[in-house]
């Protein structure tokens, strides 16, 4: 996969969730966002914002997940002694079921897609065509 088919099919996934019935360009691209951000503002007058903590278990996932928070103005922040993949927000629910986590979810799949192909690649041509898993062999660990 190509970085620009990388960022296409990253944008399509954003009109969907946006509610965009014809795929444009960047004004259709900014037209998504501000549907998303007029219905968590409905979300928000209709119902109390919930504080949610998110844990994310690599770096990629939190750069994307607060990358998306931020991009519907929504405010990313941790308390202090809680660990660094750690992501507190206030939000409301029914953003985080209906639009948020599922978007998030999917966006993260494509990602995590795309850098494991990049990686493959990288590594097989780099160190070794040989890059499958480890060998498993017969007999007990001992701990040692």
Known sequence: ????DLLEKLRKIERL????ATPGEKEAAAEAIARIRS????????????EYRFTL???WSKKLFLALLRR???RPYRYARQRRNTVMVRVPRSFVNETLWPEFLELSEVL?????????RVI???IHE???DEEVVPGEYLGT
Request: glycine share 8%.
């Open 1 to 4: 996969m190509q970085e620009s």
């Open 17 to 20: 969730y946006a509610g965009a």
């Open 39 to 50: 219905r968590l503002d409905d979300m928000s007058r209709k119902e109390q914002p919930v």
């Open 57 to 59: 278990m690599d770096g």
């Open 72 to 74: 519907y103005e929504l």
């Open 112 to 120: 995590k897609s795309y850098l494991e192909e990049v990686t493959q």
């Open 124 to 126: 097989s041509q780099a």
């Open 130 to 132: 040989d890059s499958g």
